[in-house]
C-alpha cells in the first residue's frame, strides 16, 4: 500500500467515520493523511456509490478500495449462521498473479482486528489448497485472478450471487491481457449491478475500457488522478546514450556502486532476460530472474530472497515486474527501453516507493533510441541524456559469453445488500 509521510492532502482516515477495529489497522500501518485518489474516492465509495477511478499504481488506490470494503462489512454483519461457505461477500479480480497476492497481503493487513477472511485464487499455485478453502470457510474478500476463477466457477466451488462489492483492479492491464470474457463470464455470476457496489480502477481508459466501465457499474462517480507528472518526482532519471556492446559493462560496473542496494533490470523480452541474468552472474552479481515463464513458487522464494536482500538484482519483465512491490529498490535499469511509454512509468515506479528517492538508469541504442520522445511526450518533460564516465566503460574483469548478434539461446530445462446512503 502506498503512503507518503509527507501527506498530500488535509483528509484524514479519522475523519471518514471509519469503525475503531479498522481505524486502529490504518494507524498501525502508519496512514494518517489520504492520498489524492483516496481523498477523491472514499467519500464517494463509503457512500455505497459506483465509482470509476483513474489513477496509476502506486497511488493508494488499492487501500481505497479495501477500506470501502472492510467498511461495508462491518456496516452491515451478516451472522455466520446465515452464511455458506464459497459464498464471499467482496470479490477483487485483478489480472496477474503477484497483484492478486498484494491486494490480498494489503487486505490481510487492513483485516487485522476484525475478524474477516481473506481467501486468494490464483493460477500457479496449489490449487487443491484454494479449493478446500472455498469449500470450507467462510470467506469475506476473495482476491483472484480472472482464469482460476473461472476454474472454479465451473467446478461449482464458489459461488457470487451474495456479492456485496466486485473489484476491478487494472481494468485496462486485463484488457490487454485478453481476459475480458473471462471477466464478462464471471460478472454474469454476480450479484446483479443494481444490488452490489462496484469499483472499477484503471490507470488509462480507452473507448473500450469505458464501454466497460458504464455496461458494469450504475451511476458510477468518474474519479481521475492524475499527477503533475507521471512519473515520480523522487525519481533520479538518466538516459545513457550507448551502442549495445558498451550496455552490459556499463551495468555490470554501476551495480558494483555502493549506492546500488537493491536493482531490477528490465528487459523487452524473455529471452533477453535470461541472457542476461546469465551475464550477470557470470561477472559475480547476485541476481534472479522473473519472468512469467519461472514457476510461481520459485517466483515468490525469489521475491523474498530479493526482499531480504541476498539476491542484489532482480532482471524481469514488464508483466512480471509489475507484481514487483518492494520498499527500498534503490535503482532501476531499462537495458532497452519499453516500446510502450506506459510501461516506462511503471518500470521506474518500482523505486522511489513510501517516502523514499530512486534512481533510474535507462540504455538508448541505436536499436531503442526511437522510443525516446514518445515517452518524453508521454510524462511530459525531457530526460536527461549523458555518456557514462570512464569507469562505468571499464572492461569487464571475466570474458563475456559471446552470442550471435540478435541470437537466441535454446531455453534451459522444463520449462445481503447494503443501502446506498442518501
Given at each position: 500500500?502506498?503512503?507518503?509521510?509527507?501527506?498530500?492532502?488535509?483528509?484524514?482516515?479519522?475523519?471518514?467515520?471509519?469503525?475503531?477495529?479498522?481505524?486502529?489497522?490504518?494507524?498501525?500501518?502508519?496512514?494518517?493523511?489520504?492520498?489524492?485518489?483516496?481523498?477523491?474516492?472514499?467519500?464517494?465509495?463509503?457512500?455505497?456509490?459506483?465509482?470509476?477511478?483513474?489513477?496509476?499504481?502506486?497511488?493508494?488506490?488499492?487501500?481505497?478500495?479495501?477500506?470501502?470494503?472492510?467498511?461495508?462489512?462491518?456496516?452491515?454483519?451478516?451472522?455466520?449462521?446465515?452464511?455458506?461457505?464459497?459464498?464471499?461477500?467482496?470479490?477483487?479480480?485483478?489480472?496477474?498473479r503477484e497483484l492478486a497476492m498484494q491486494i490480498a497481503k494489503d487486505a490481510e493487513?487492513?483485516?487485522?482486528?476484525?475478524?474477516?477472511?481473506?481467501?486468494?485464487?490464483?493460477?500457479?499455485?496449489?490449487?487443491?489448497?484454494?479449493?478446500?478453502?472455498?469449500?470450507?470457510?467462510?470467506?469475506?474478500?476473495?482476491?483472484?485472478?480472472?482464469?482460476?476463477?473461472?476454474?472454479?466457477?465451473?467446478?461449482?466451488?464458489?459461488?457470487?450471487?451474495?456479492?456485496?462489492?466486485?473489484?476491478?483492479?487494472?481494468?485496462?492491464?486485463?484488457?490487454?491481457?485478453?481476459?475480458?470474457?473471462?471477466?464478462?463470464?464471471?460478472?454474469?455470476?454476480?450479484?446483479?449491478?443494481?444490488?452490489?457496489?462496484?469499483?472499477?480502477?484503471?490507470?488509462?481508459?480507452?473507448?473500450?475500457?469505458?464501454?466497460?466501465?458504464?455496461?458494469?457499474?450504475?451511476?458510477?462517480?468518474?474519479?481521475?488522478?492524475?499527477?503533475?507528472?507521471?512519473?515520480?518526482?523522487?525519481?533520479?532519471?538518466?538516459?545513457?546514450?550507448?551502442?549495445?556492446?558498451?550496455?552490459?559493462?556499463?551495468?555490470?560496473?554501476?551495480?558494483?556502486?555502493?549506492?546500488?542496494?537493491?536493482?531490477?533490470?528490465?528487459?523487452?523480452?524473455?529471452?533477453?532476460?535470461?541472457?542476461?541474468?546469465?551475464?550477470?552472474?557470470?561477472?559475480?552479481?547476485?541476481?534472479?530472474?522473473?519472468?512469467?515463464?519461472?514457476?510461481?513458487?520459485?517466483?515468490?522464494?525469489?521475491?523474498?530472497?530479493?526482499?531480504?536482500?541476498?539476491?542484489?538484482?532482480?532482471?524481469?519483465?514488464?508483466?512480471?515486474?509489475?507484481?514487483?512491490?518492494?520498499?527500498?529498490?534503490?535503482?532501476?535499469?531499462?537495458?532497452?527501453?519499453?516500446?510502450?511509454?506506459?510501461?516506462?512509468?511503471?518500470?521506474?515506479?518500482?523505486?522511489?516507493?513510501?517516502?523514499?528517492?530512486?534512481?533510474?538508469?535507462?540504455?538508448?541504442?541505436?536499436?531503442?533510441?526511437?522510443?525516446?520522445?514518445?515517452?518524453?511526450?508521454?510524462?511530459?518533460?525531457?530526460?536527461?541524456?549523458?555518456?557514462?564516465?570512464?569507469?562505468?566503460?571499464?572492461?569487464?574483469?571475466?570474458?563475456?559469453?559471446?552470442?550471435?548478434?540478435?541470437?537466441?539461446?535454446?531455453?534451459?530445462?522444463?520449462?445481503?445488500?447494503?443501502?446506498?446512503?442518501?
Amino acid at each position: 500500500m502506498t503512503s507518503d509521510p509527507k501527506h498530500t492532502g488535509d483528509l484524514r482516515f479519522r475523519d471518514l467515520h471509519l469503525d475503531k477495529r479498522l481505524l486502529d489497522a490504518i494507524t498501525a500501518i502508519g496512514f494518517e493523511y489520504c492520498t489524492p485518489i483516496q481523498a477523491e474516492t472514499l467519500p464517494w465509495t463509503l457512500a455505497c456509490e459506483d465509482l470509476i477511478g483513474q489513477a496509476q499504481t502506486g497511488t493508494g488506490k488499492t487501500a481505497a478500495f479495501l477500506i470501502t470494503a472492510i467498511q461495508a462489512l462491518l456496516e452491515t454483519p451478516v451472522s455466520e449462521k446465515e452464511r455458506f461457505a464459497s459464498e464471499p461477500r467482496v470479490l477483487a479480480l485483478a489480472p496477474t498473479r503477484e497483484l492478486a497476492m498484494q491486494i490480498a497481503k494489503d487486505a490481510e493487513q487492513l483485516c487485522k482486528h476484525t475478524g474477516h477472511n481473506v481467501v486468494t485464487v490464483v493460477g500457479g499455485m496449489n490449487y487443491d489448497k484454494q479449493r478446500d478453502q472455498l469449500q470450507n470457510e467462510i470467506v469475506d474478500i476473495l482476491v483472484a485472478t480472472p482464469g482460476r476463477l473461472i476454474d472454479f466457477l465451473g467446478s461449482q466451488d464458489v459461488f457470487l450471487d451474495q456479492l456485496d462489492i466486485l473489484i476491478l483492479d487494472e481494468a485496462d492491464r486485463m484488457l490487454d491481457m485478453g481476459f475480458i470474457p473471462d471477466v464478462k463470464r464471471i460478472i454474469r455470476k454476480c450479484t446483479p449491478k443494481d444490488d452490489r457496489q462496484t469499483l472499477l480502477f484503471s490507470a488509462t481508459f480507452n473507448q473500450d475500457v469505458l464501454n466497460l466501465a458504464s455496461m458494469w457499474t450504475k451511476n458510477a462517480e468518474f474519479v481521475e488522478i492524475e499527477p503533475e507528472q507521471k512519473t515520480a518526482e523522487r525519481v533520479e532519471q538518466t538516459v545513457y546514450l550507448i551502442g549495445e556492446e558498451e550496455k552490459l559493462p556499463v551495468l555490470v560496473n554501476y551495480l558494483k556502486r555502493a549506492e546500488v542496494e537493491k536493482a531490477i533490470v528490465f528487459a523487452n523480452r524473455r529471452d533477453q532476460c535470461r541472457d542476461l541474468e546469465e551475464d550477470l552472474k557470470n561477472q559475480g552479481v547476485k541476481v534472479a530472474l522473473m519472468s512469467g515463464e519461472i514457476a510461481q513458487n520459485k517466483r515468490l522464494k525469489t521475491l523474498d530472497q530479493f526482499k531480504k536482500g541476498t539476491i542484489q538484482v532482480l532482471v524481469a519483465t514488464d508483466v512480471a515486474g509489475r507484481g514487483i512491490h518492494v520498499n527500498g529498490v534503490t535503482h532501476v535499469f531499462n537495458y532497452n527501453l519499453p516500446e510502450n511509454a506506459e510501461d516506462y512509468v511503471h518500470r521506474i515506479g518500482r523505486t522511489g516507493r513510501a517516502g523514499q528517492t530512486g534512481v533510474s538508469v535507462s540504455f538508448a541504442g541505436e536499436d531503442d533510441s526511437f522510443a525516446l520522445p514518445e515517452i518524453e511526450k508521454y510524462i511530459s518533460q525531457k530526460l536527461k541524456t549523458a555518456v557514462p564516465d570512464e569507469a562505468l566503460m571499464a572492461e569487464l574483469e571475466k570474458p563475456r559469453i559471446t552470442r550471435r548478434r540478435g541470437g537466441r539461446r535454446p531455453q534451459q530445462g522444463g520449462r445481503n445488500q447494503r443501502q446506498r446512503r442518501s
